[in-house]
């Protein structure tokens, strides 16, 4: 989850109050973020994904001025017409883009680092890695209104970006520049975005770079910012994010005509309708009238019209331009939670009427364990996660490539397939406790897993059970004499049929059968699979299926 | 050599020979055989010795004296037998005995053994079969041992450590009358994440959080319905909901992955239940996370669900300071927590006696409307979930996650206390 760090003294600045340590460490989480360090000087918190106003320092301290109950209701987000003009060509690559621009803002160095910051926070998040929405940020000054966004040859055309001396094309910045890897993202298309002004000057090659021409800096007064993306909604959000921002920090906000939207941001508030009912009937709670009211505008929202005190009514929300995460009246109830505070709520234990039932498979498998532990046995539990390596190579085995489970993404080479066996796990378990005194006798209960067209995810489940006996001298019948025991103890008929399993010495192998199916082996280890696994003593061992004993 | 039975020392010692003890009884005048069965336990064998002896017949059912002997001589070789004194005693008399099997043989060989074993005047280490049989070991003297020196190291087969944790926690849910539900570990990316409400380009869906089989490529959806509401829910929303407002894709959602939460089971569940319902699992899920000391990319999740009428806040917080006073743990308090498919979501924390903190112990909330209603549940679902690791970290002895499953170090598995709690 993103962080967001800030000096401490400037976040006092931000919310007008002192803040004790007591009250960054206790109180500042229960608004709904978590403390990630704190010194004497810094403090950051983790910001919770459907909170990205919260990922700027100026929204995070807005958000924390409705919480100590200093401000109420929405903020005048007014905005000043501007004749700046934003025109548009057809860009597949990346269709979507708004403006903004602020004026008159001073730009001190903190307020310039914050900005940074939540562009980039922004990008990560809400953006996807840039990839969902980019914004750039510009000196208005540098350039001449109109601006053009248009879609152009990555060869051919040519500017000087950020962080660079020389002109370069789109083709030359994905290659050499170091943000040239989110070119990646347009890979696909032929002609990449820019945006330029009245006379051809180059602001952006969004999402990759800006160029250095427009670069703010502490003497930029005025900026023009643009966001470009995938959805036109989420890039409105991120516009609502900076520009707020940006007005709490004392900039002037100046609307853009972007072509096809007309005037943008759109601050207004958006309006959701709630059953008061539903509020105290979520939460346990008999919250009504002013209190109620009190709730809600001090979680940052606008209520339209007059509360009574009537428990069952429903009422009209009206949501700031920076909140981006409201999608249904629940998400008003757990604002309303959290400004009265999750640690005010009385518990409340209710009685559900319902009977206990366990697993009977799990019980089973519990029984099945304490017979195999009567004999001595440690019962290790090994990861899903495994190898071709070790489920076959080291076990002188071709991989059965036909049903196993792959992994798209794994890991590591070591993680890269799921076990369909649970003999191999315990030789490696064996392999790393070699140290440890003997004998050394384990057994695992494991999930095993191999594909089946049947099923509906295409993979079927079998239960198998493995036993391993290592010490300086081991013998071949002490395994059947334990497999006898267990199975006769369990009331089941087996039968043992010579096999040529390389995993297992000649002579000294076998497989399992119980009414004529095959259902697992044992033997002694073969001495060339211990050299495999640096075994340094013999094995016994026995792996077998026991859906059937379930 | 000749040693007393059982049932010799017992004619010797406590009681007589079964036909003295009937001759007594006959004394005055015959009995009837019903009177002396109540009488004498093992009638039987006096009978048929008194016959043999001619000391007594039986006419219609009752038993009448001929004579009374002066001795009987089997008590004059069991008493010289018992003193080791069997020379004395006629070979006839100790068949006689031996068919009554009141005194066995000792075979040659033992008592050679036994008397080898005793032989010179060193101390014995073993006190043997043969030295108990044939008694020698009055003679023998025996070797003291350090009564506080150990032999061979013992170590126990047990359950693994998780095993321990994993019943516990089984006992604390049925104990509160929870159904325990089981799933397979590779699941379509509809159970695991859109069933949820997680929209397909959440950043948890990415290959760098979880893991996405290659082999199986594609599971099967569910049925058409279901599939059609979650689809308008993640697409438009439904009713009071805005939706997520992105066009969903059915191939995204038939990829298969290892399941990153138990969710994935409990929400199929219950679509099936009857509601009220309050069930449980405790399961592997899998993140695609960095192998460390504290991280892993497998651990078991444990999930407790309630899904009954009238449900609400208040009620989440009381099932979850119940729970987790019955793991051990008095404090427990909350914070505002994240989930895409929860709201409220809670954090809780419990507070760590033995390192005086309080700890972040899972997550929890209720389910949002987006999740419950195109699975055609209309009350309210109660949910938390934790990792069973997380519990068993706080385990001084267990200074890795890596000893639970990669390395299993079989000397912290075998000493292990076991806590009788």
Known sequence: ?550 | MYKLTKEGKKYLTEKELPEKQLVKKLQEEPRSIEELKKELNNLDIAVNWGKRKGLIEIEQGKVKLLKEPSSYPEEEALKLIKEDKEKKVNSEEIQRLLERKLVKEIREDVVKKAKNQIKGKGQITHLTPELIQTELWKEAKFKEYNIKALGKKKHPGKKHILTHYVNKIRRIFLDMGFQEKTGPYVESSFWNFDALYTAQDHPVREMQDTFFTKKPEKAELPDKNTVKNVKKMHEEGYEDSKGWGYEWSEEEAKRPVLRTHTTSLTIKALKEIETPAKIFSIGRVFRNETIDYSHIPEFAQVEGIVAAEEMNFKNLLGYLEEFYNRMGFEKVRFRPGYFPYTEMSVEPEVYYEPKEEWLEMGGSGIFRPEVTRPMGIDVPVLAWGLGLERIAMLDPDVMDIRDFYCNNDLELLRNKQIKLE
């Open chain 1, 1 to 550: 989850m993103p962080v967001v760090e800030f000096n401490i003294k400037e976040l006092e600045k931000l919310t007008d109050k002192t803040l004790t340590k007591k009250i960054l460490e206790e109180k500042i989480p229960m608004l709904g973020c978590d403390i990630e360090h704190i010194d004497d000087e810094k403090v950051r918190y983790e910001v919770f994904p459907n909170r990205p106003d919260m990922l700027s320092q100026e929204g995070f301290a807005r958000a924390l001025r409705y919480f100590f109950g200093l401000d109420k209701g929405i903020p005048d987000y007014k905005t000043k017409k501007s004749s700046i003009k934003l025109n548009r060509e057809k860009v597949k690559a990346r269709p979507n883009i708004t403006a903004a621009a602020i004026k008159n803002i001073e730009l001190t160095d903190e307020t310039l680092r914050s900005l940074m910051q939540t562009q980039e926070k922004l990008h990560k998040t809400l953006g996807r890695k840039r990839r969902k929405l980019a914004i750039g940020i510009h000196d208005l000054d540098k350039v001449e209104p109109p601006f053009t966004y248009k879609a152009v040859k990555p060869n051919k055309f040519k500017f000087t970006p950020l962080n660079s001396d020389q002109e370069l094309t789109l083709e030359q910045i994905r290659k050499k520049h170091e943000k040239g890897k989110y070119a990646e993202i347009l890979k696909e298309h032929k002609k990449w975005p820019v945006i330029t002004d009245k006379n051809e000057q180059t602001l952006s090659f969004p999402p990759v770079i800006n160029s250095k021409t427009t670069e703010v800096t502490e003497n930029t007064e005025n900026l023009f910012i643009d966001v470009t993306g995938t959805d036109q909604e989420t890039i409105e959000r991120a516009l609502n994010i900076i520009v707020t921002s940006l007005k709490d920090r004392g900039g002037e906000i100046n609307t853009v005509k972007v072509e096809g939207l007309g005037e943008r941001p759109y601050l207004e508030p958006e309006e959701i309708n709630i059953d008061l009912e539903y509020i105290n009937q979520m939460l346990g709670t008999d919250f009504r009238g002013e209190k109620l009211k009190k709730h809600i505008e001090e979680m940052g929202y606008d209520f339209k019209g007059k509360i009574g005190m009537s428990y069952s009514e429903e009422k009209t929300i009206l949501i700031p331009p920076y909140r981006t995460d409201i999608m249904h009246p629940i998400d008003i109830v757990e604002d309303i939670a959290i400004r009265h505070g999750y640690d005010q709520f009385n518990t409340e234990l209710p009685t559900v009427a319902t009977t206990a039932k366990s697993d009977k498979e799990m019980e089973k498998k519990e029984k099945l364990k304490e017979i195999i532990i009567g004999y001595g046995y440690q019962e290790v539990k090994n990861m899903v996660l495994t190898n071709k390596q070790n489920q076959f190579t080291k076990m002188d085995q071709e991989p059965a490539q036909e049903t196993l489970i792959e992994l798209e993404n794994p890991l590591d080479k070591n993680h890269s397939i799921c076990r369909n066996k649970a003999l191999p796990q315990l030789l490696k378990n064996l392999s790393n406790n070699q140290h440890v005194a003997y004998p050394q006798k384990i057994f695992e209960i494991a999930k095993c897993l191999e594909l089946d067209k049947e099923s509906y995810n295409k993979v079927k489940t079998t239960e198998k059970l493995a036993i391993a006996k290592t010490d300086t001298q081991v013998n071949y019948n002490e395994i059947t004499a334990l497999l006898d025991s267990f199975m006769k103890n369990l009331g089941f008929e087996y039968n043992l049929k010579k096999t040529k399993n390389p995993a297992f010495m000649k002579g000294r192998r076998a497989v399992i059968l119980q009414q004529g199916e095959e259902i697992g082996k044992l033997g002694e280890i073969h001495p060339k699979v211990l050299n495999n696994w640096e075994i340094e003593k013999p094995v016994i061992a026995m792996e077998m299926k026991i859906d059937k004993l379930l």
